[in-house]
């Protein structure tokens, strides 16, 4: 039996007091690579693989020791790590079996059966193929043969456009964003993988890439329906290695106006939400709970940094570790469910039904575990533009320093409140919020003209109009300014 102390927090169950006889599974000589293969879970280090309804795969497989394990970090155990799973703990999570059912469910995979007086009975064993021992270093023979781009159609951008919230913006001001980004619709690329191994693929709609070096080197965004690895690099990341050892993705860090304060965001798409509306921003395709030193390096002389991450428990745990060891802001998306607990000391063991935790207001209360742990559904910027948009507590989220000053009324007798929020020194980002016809234009008008004649008698105010009717109504209320 594969389990021995080094892996005893793993806490496997057996349930097999009520078969005689039978108290172990011995005929399990390949860690249980034939359970996962039954449920066509096969080894990757990446998590590439679903066990339940997710928008996203979340379970990776690779060997521990000499057992394999599935790591879920979808679903957060109740000490705040993923949950893992042997072939074991995954039957009784995929079928629901226990006892004597699941051990004959196993056995009939390995070919081998029990009669119901608990008698072992062999037949001829199955040959089984042997777990894959650790590759030895290889030399990297990944090489980008040919990638054909085309235009984008006009359902890809309504996707981008739909998936960034940014379907108040038009068309040529998104398509110019993505060029300024590199990113262009790929319809078919061919490469030679690491292990040598030609690759070819035709791609119709929905797949996109980025530029990492030209002819060389492309990071592919899959999003096309059910596709189970939805970015990737191509042919591998060793020709930007070959420029610098180590470099790391980004996306945006080229365009980062480095004497602003940055936001870091979870993935491509939602660095793209921020983007197309003129945020600051950048992404790592990931997200990562330190700074790379290839990136570190570029961030110096940045003044300030924050993370806009997901609310899933991922994303937050990665969010406060960036805070607690870089000293990095982290900015929590409201209004969405938060995958994060405080969980008291329990008395109970892991399989109790319920536990006890704190909600935000310190109150003890009893969660069940199911509820605690589930991965939120929306979770990340885009989902939040979609169900809010961009209103008011966003824009305050991401705009701390500035003032949002909101005017339900006409403003000719509130100019006081108008000049304080202009003139004061605190308050150098100011976004108003303003309904049609409040009178803004007339309020803004006032001010600016008696604040520039006050420093200067002689000075002429140009005032720049997007309107013929505000030139207009301008012309007839302010003779001296010019339009």
Request: charge should be positive; charged fraction near 30%; hydrophobic fraction near 35%.
């Amino acid at each position: 039996m594969f389990y021995n102390k080094p892996f005893a927090w793993l806490s496997f169950h057996y349930d097999l007091v009520k078969i005689p006889m039978i108290n172990s599974f011995d005929f399990v000589t390949d860690g249980g690579l034939a359970v996962f293969e039954h449920f066509k879970l096969y080894l990757s280090i990446k998590p590439i693989h679903k066990i339940r309804d997710e928008r996203t795969p979340s379970v990776s497989v690779c060997m521990v020791g000499n057992i394999i394990l599935a790591t879920d970090f979808g679903d957060m155990g109740m000490d705040g790590n993923p949950r893992r799973y042997n072939y074991l703990s995954l039957v009784k999570e995929l079928t629901g079996l226990e006892g004597k059912e699941r051990f004959e469910f196993i056995a009939n995979l390995y070919n081998y059966s029990i009669n119901l007086e608990g008698k072992k009975e062999y037949t001829p064993p199955k040959v089984l193929p042997k777990a894959p021992l650790k590759a030895k270093k290889e030399v990297d023979k990944s090489k980008l043969l040919s990638i054909v781009f085309g235009d984008f159609t006009d359902k890809e951008i309504a996707y981008i456009q739909d998936k960034t919230g940014s379907k108040d913006l038009h068309k040529d001001a998104v398509l110019k964003a993505l060029r300024m980004l590199k990113i262009k619709p790929v319809r078919a690329y061919s490469y030679i993988s690491k292990e040598g191994i030609e690759r070819s693929f035709s791609e119709p709609e929905f797949v996109f890439g980025i530029e990492l070096r030209e002819d060389k080197c492309y990071r592919i965004l899959n999003r096309k329906p059910n596709a189970n690895i939805k970015s990737f690099t191509i042919p591998s990341v060793t020709p930007m290695r070959k420029l610098d050892k180590d470099w790391v993705y980004s996306l945006g860090l080229n365009q980062l106006n480095t004497n602003k304060e940055a936001i870091l965001c979870a993935g491509e798409f939602d660095f793209l939400a921020l983007y197309l509306r003129g945020y600051n921003c950048f992404t790592l395709g990931a997200e990562l709970g330190n700074i790379p030193t290839f990136i570190a390096e570029q961030l110096e002389h940045v003044p300030k940094i924050k993370t806009l991450y997901d609310t899933d428990y991922h994303g937050v745990a990665s969010s406060t570790k960036l805070a607690q060891n870089s000293k990095i802001e982290r900015l929590e998306l409201p209004k969405l469910e938060k995958q994060y607990y405080t969980l008291e000391k329990r008395k109970k063991p892991l399989h109790a039904t319920k536990i006890v935790a704190k909600d935000k207001h310190n109150k003890r209360v009893l969660i069940e575990p199911s509820k605690l742990q589930s991965k939120p559904k929306k979770n990340d910027i885009c989902d939040y533009l979609k169900q809010y948009g961009f209103d008011y507590d966003l824009k305050k989220l991401l705009n701390k320093d500035a003032v949002f000053c909101e005017f339900e009324r006409y403003l000719g007798n509130n100019t006081e409140l108008f000049s304080y929020t202009l003139n004061s020194p605190k308050n150098k980002n100011i976004v108003w919020q303003i309904n049609t016809g409040a009178g803004k234009t007339t309020s803004a008008l006032k001010y600016f003209r008696h604040y520039i004649k006050k420093k200067d008698a002689n000075a002429v105010v140009l005032y720049c109009a997007p309107l013929q009717a505000i030139v207009k109504q301008v012309g007839n209320e302010f003779t001296d300014m010019q339009v």
